[in-house]
């Protein structure tokens, strides 16, 4: 007999959350989120396990049900582009045109311009996403930002647990459209939220993801700052993943035993490969939209291009929905963004090996299944047909022998408790004061 997921709490414990915090939202006063160390950021419950708005949480959880989305009148590429990259209505190469948002965005600032040019010019009454918190840098918060200078200061990839749907009630209670910021998943949950609550598409004016190779946990983070050289986490003044020059370096500025202010790079190979991605949550490894499907607007690193250190960054960005498209080009044409329109056959050398990673979740889905483990339903994605048709007889053995494997080294056999991290009450009371790190960041115009 398969363990079943009745409740929200067992999406958590069986591994299949991705912390999105729609269920939070959704159900507020049943559901909280909490960081944990291992896994990320959890839903747990603090009132009763029924009612409409349990059931509510449970429909909008990426993590238990995702359907893609139909193939529109207007795709581009050719007849298997579809299949494998979702919908696009068009792809474009470029970057912020205000050249600060450049600066402090991950790749080419593409997030924060369209969100800017949401807010500035289409009526949009803010933007929910995140950014670090203030007393607990290491960690990150949801925020609804209403300036560019609000926005800017959530530029940047955080390779880090975050919620940013818990905060959807700010967009609920906005009196216009609002702009949303997030992973795949992230998004996947506001358009479930939306199918749910049609009313909340007044609210969503825009919805923008990043492409997403997997979310590292807390415990990745502290790793991370441990190979930087910070004893300890309450020291830390700011911490950057990236951004600041294209990839850029993941950056800390902590106090030493002297009450002195250090600062410690690493580059994103160090940072992002050899530490953080083993630290993705398991719900990562059996993703089926690392590209942003559910989105008006997809973006990505322009790793189509050879990168130097410290380059000026360069997004990609897909639109994906006719209203994606269109604020896109206006965008372009107000002067938010520098952008020329490319061929889509760039995507495969920005994501290479999307295809058959695709094709690899399908089997990884089975025998997960085949072994007793619960997964989630995954609808319309045509995996079965990518595993027949891109893996080679090697490549489909692979996918099967490291599942079975990694079924037993991430104990996905068992539920897992969702345990509270706790921050130092010295750190999370820390009145946090700019340092010179923030102050060499900010000199740029
Ligand atoms: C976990 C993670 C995995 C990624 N994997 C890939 C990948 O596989 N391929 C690729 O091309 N790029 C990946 N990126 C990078 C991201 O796709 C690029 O940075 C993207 O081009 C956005 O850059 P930008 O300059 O347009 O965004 P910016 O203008 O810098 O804006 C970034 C926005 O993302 C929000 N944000 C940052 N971190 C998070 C987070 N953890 N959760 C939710 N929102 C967040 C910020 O609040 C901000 O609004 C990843 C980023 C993250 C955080
Ligand atoms: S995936 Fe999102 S909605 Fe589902 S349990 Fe996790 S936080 Fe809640
Ligand atoms: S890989 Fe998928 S599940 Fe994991 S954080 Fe990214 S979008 Fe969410």
Request: hydrophobic letters at 35%; aromatic letters at 8%; glycine letters at 10%.
């Amino acid at each position: 007999m398969y363990p079943k997921i009745h409740t929200i709490e067992d999406v958590a414990a069986w591994q299949l959350c991705c912390g999105c915090g729609a269920c939070a939202a959704l159900c507020p006063d049943q559901i909280e989120m909490i960081d944990t160390l291992e896994y990320g950021r959890r839903p747990r419950r603090i009132g009763g396990t029924t009612g409409n708005s349990m059931d509510e949480a449970m429909a909008v959880c990426p993590g238990i049900r995702l359907t893609r989305l139909p193939k529109p009148c207007d795709q581009i590429g050719n007849d298997q582009f579809y299949e494998v990259w979702g919908p696009v209505l068009g792809v474009w190469e470029g970057y912020a045109a205000d050249s600060q948002i450049r600066f402090e965005g991950s790749s080419g600032g593409a997030a924060t311009a369209l969100a800017l040019f949401g807010m500035e010019r289409l009526g949009m009454h803010g933007t929910l996403h995140i950014r670090a918190r203030d007393d607990v840098p290491y960690l990150n918060k949801t925020v609804f930002s209403v300036d560019r200078g609000e926005l800017l200061a959530g530029a940047g990839s955080r390779y880090a647990p975050a919620s940013p749907c818990d905060g959807l009630s700010q967009v609920e209670s906005s009196s216009g459209p609002c702009v949303f910021i997030g992973k795949p998943c992230d998004v996947a949950a506001i358009h479930k939220a939306i199918e749910l609550r049609p009313q909340l598409a007044e609210k969503i004016g825009l919805t923008i993801a990043f492409f997403c190779a997997g979310t590292p946990s807390t415990a990745g983070t502290l790793e991370m700052l441990r190979q930087m050289g910070v004893e300890d986490p309450a020291s830390v003044e700011s911490l950057r993943y990236r951004g600041r020059g294209w990839p850029g370096m993941a950056t800390v500025a902590y106090r030493d035993h002297e009450n002195a202010l250090q600062r410690r790079e690493l580059t994103y190979e160090q940072s992002w490969g050899d530490i953080l991605q083993k630290y993705r949550q398991w719900r990562c490894y059996i993703c089926p939209d690392h590209i942003g499907e559910y989105a008006d607007i997809a973006v990505a690193d322009a790793w189509h291009r050879s990168v130097r250190d410290h380059q000026p960054g360069r997004s990609v960005m897909i639109a994906r929905t006719p209203r994606g498209k269109a604020i896109l080009e206006q965008a372009l044409e107000k002067g938010f963004l520098e952008a020329e329109s490319v061929s889509p056959d760039i995507l495969p050398l920005c994501r290479p090996g999307q295809a058959q990673y695709q094709g690899g979740l399908w089997a990884r889905v089975q025998t997960l299944r085949m072994m007793g483990a619960p997964v989630p339903k995954y609808i319309g994605f045509g995996l079965f047909g990518l595993w027949r048709s891109k893996l080679s007889i090697g490549e489909k053995i692979h996918s099967i022998l490291s599942t079975v494997k990694r079924f037993f080294v991430k104990t996905l056999y068992r539920p897992r408790d969702m345990i509270l991290y706790t921050v130092s009450t010295n750190e999370s009371s820390k009145p946090r004061q700019p340092s010179e790190f923030d102050k060499v960041a900010n000199h740029v115009s």
